[in-house]
């Protein structure tokens, strides 16, 4: 789910910033096949990568026009894309936090 996450927060930012962004494949790409990560080291990279990508989309928003659609786009708007992502990376979040409540591994 993490890398569901990572896949489609960025697809939101670049979407917003490059007019010859190519999204992935609906669904197919928006989702890893393994259910873990081969190695340790790529959660960390994973989140470093999420965190990087909700900054520059925080940047982005502090400096871009909210309102105006976006030129390469069908009507989407910044603030749009914004919204979108902090929806759809909420709800992914909290499926997390239930399946690791679930699993008795989280900690309070």
Request: no cysteine.
């Amino acid at each position: 789910m993490v890398e569901h996450i990572r896949i489609a927060l960025w697809d939101m930012l670049e979407f917003s910033k490059d007019g010859n962004h190519q999204s992935p494949k609906w669904p197919d790409e928006y989702w890893v096949k393994e259910v873990a990560p081969a190695k340790e080291d790529a959660w960390d990279k994973s989140i470093a990568q999420i965190k990087a990508d909700l900054q520059e989309l925080t940047e982005l928003v502090k400096t871009g026009d909210l309102y105006t659609p976006i030129p390469h786009g069908e009507g989407q708007t910044l603030l749009r894309e914004a919204l979108q992502a902090a929806d759809h990376t909420a709800y992914h979040v909290a499926e997390i936090i239930v399946i690791r409540r679930l699993l008795g591994s989280w900690k309070s």
